[in-house]
Structures are given as structure tokens and as C-alpha cells.
């Protein structure tokens, strides 16, 4: 997938667009968060069954220009999260990271219903490493729950190499993910 344009805050890629959230944009995060919340369930997967992310931490990633969402024609069709540092990354359980440089983490990812396999979240995944070149950033590091396997499968699709295990939250095991971007 190859970059068309690049301004401001936007990353423009062929039907699809990233943008940093807003809070009037909070309804229709939520509504996709509750929607892949239930996807997971329905998987097993204990990823986000207790709640979380709650609205109050959409509500400080849009102050802090964290979040961006995904559009196609103006509708919010995806949103993720994209931080300079993860507590949980500092020591690993199981497995170690390629290095000690500076990365990009990817946390509170999700994807509309109707837009699965579309290409969405593969052009979200694009435009971080977008992100990340514009930073200086040369890596990004992304966890999840070992029953995710959309998520597991996206993120090898998209040449992400599984790195171990660690804990977020110091209680939800999660396994890691990290690309080195060139």
C-alpha cells in the first residue's frame, strides 16, 4: 500500500484517510470499541472484557493527540492509539525485544464491523510507520491477547514478529508484537 499524500495531520491512502480524533468523533469510537468488544468475546478472548478501554481514556488520548481515527468518506470506519512508551514493554516474561531504541506503541486498535477485511486495519498499521518516520521512529511495538487471532494474524500479515510475552496493567498477560521499519 503505497503512501499518497501526506498533510498536516492527515495521511491520505488511495479510499482511505488517518486522522488525529476529535471529541466530537467519541461516539462513533465508542461504538466500534463495543462492537470489537463483542467480537472477542464471541472468540474467547478475554482482551477488553472488563470494561476497558473506557471513554475517559479516549477522552485523554484525543486531549493528548494520541488517537487517530480511520475514515472513508468522512465516516469513522477505524481508531487506534499511537504512544511514545508501554510500561508492560520495559521487561518482557517470555521473549526480548530486537533492541533498546525508541518505538511507537499501538494500543485501543479496532476496526468497524462492516470495513473488516477491507484493507483498513492493514492501512492503519501503514500509516504508523508513516507516523513513526515523520518522528524519527524506526520501530513499533504492538500487544495482545494470545486468543486474538485476528489481530495475531493481521500483524504477521503485515511482517510484525511475535517477541514474547509481558504483562500489561501489571494483570492482563499479552502477547508482543514489534516491526522494525526501514
Not at 495521511?11 to 466500534?32: G, H
Not at 472488563?50 to 477505524?78: C, H, M, W
Not at 503485515?158 to 514489534?178: A, C, H, P
Amino acid at each position: 500500500m503505497k503512501l499518497v499524500t501526506k498533510v498536516g495531520y492527515y495521511i491520505i491512502m488511495e479510499n482511505y484517510e488517518l486522522r488525529l480524533a476529535f471529541l466530537n468523533d467519541l461516539p462513533a469510537i465508542m461504538a466500534i470499541i463495543d462492537d470489537a468488544r463483542k467480537r472477542m468475546k464471541s472468540h474467547e478472548s478475554g482482551q477488553w472484557q472488563d470494561g476497558t478501554p473506557r471513554q475517559k481514556t479516549f477522552i485523554n488520548d484525543i486531549e493528548n493527540n494520541y488517537l487517530y481515527v480511520a475514515t472513508s468518506n468522512n465516516e469513522i470506519i477505524g481508531v487506534m492509539a499511537v504512544l511514545d512508551y508501554e510500561k508492560g514493554y520495559e521487561k518482557l516474561l517470555t521473549g526480548m525485544w530486537s533492541n533498546n531504541d525508541p518505538y511507537l506503541v499501538l494500543h485501543r486498535f479496532a476496526v468497524k464491523d462492516d470495513y473488516l477485511r477491507k484493507g483498513v486495519a492493514s492501512f492503519m498499521l501503514n500509516a504508523a510507520e508513516n507516523i513513526a518516520k515523520t518522528r524519527h521512529i524506526r520501530q513499533i511495538r504492538i500487544d495482545t491477547h494470545e486468543k486474538n487471532l485476528e489481530m495475531i494474524s493481521l500483524l504477521v500479515k503485515n511482517q510484525y514478529i511475535k517477541k514474547g510475552s509481558t504483562l500489561i496493567e501489571d494483570t492482563k498477560l499479552r502477547v508482543v508484537f514489534e516491526k522494525i521499519i526501514n
